[in-house]
């Protein structure tokens, strides 16, 4: 039987642990990665369905507009991403004002989501995904929806 050399007693046990924490650390950082990106898509999908709706719902374009970056901005915080900022814009299809007979109110948001465990150092928009959600609301031809131009 041939004998080892005694310098390599044990460096496989070694050899193990530095391979699992090679492949554990990025591995941990790309499953929290997903699923930072996954509660920010959450979020903005629901942001931008809440404001659709409050935007709809307002009795003209003003209010409408104020309530969306309101219901947006509030429905972020209360998914949990404090960080993220809500680009709001809408669209009426074509029309003048949204709150005329066959109108669709179509509301975009855009955002950004923070990676986590990365440096300072880089730029931000190095560090964060952006996100974007839209959501379509038709307002009826027989609902009262303010004054026709």
Do not use: K
Request: charged share 20%; net charge negative.
């Amino acid at each position: 039987m041939v004998r080892r050399a005694r310098d390599e007693r044990g460096s496989a046990l070694v050899e193990f642990c530095w391979v699992g924490l090679v492949l554990f650390i990025p591995l941990t950082w790309i499953v929290l990665s997903v699923f930072e990106v996954q509660r920010g898509a959450f979020a903005v999908n629901g942001a931008a369905r809440a404001a659709a709706r409050a935007y709809a719902l307002a009795p003209d374009d003003a209010t409408g507009e104020a309530r969306a970056r309101a219901v947006a901005t509030r429905t972020l915080d209360d998914q949990g991403s404090e960080g993220m900022v809500a680009d709001v814009s809408v669209t009426c299809g074509g029309l003048p004002s949204c709150h005329t007979g066959t109108a669709v109110i179509t509301v975009v948001i855009r955002s950004r989501v923070e990676m986590p465990l990365l440096p300072e150092v880089l730029a931000p928009e190095r560090r964060s995904f952006a996100l974007e959600a839209q959501h379509t609301v038709p307002i009826g031809q027989y609902v009262e929806a303010g004054e026709e131009p």
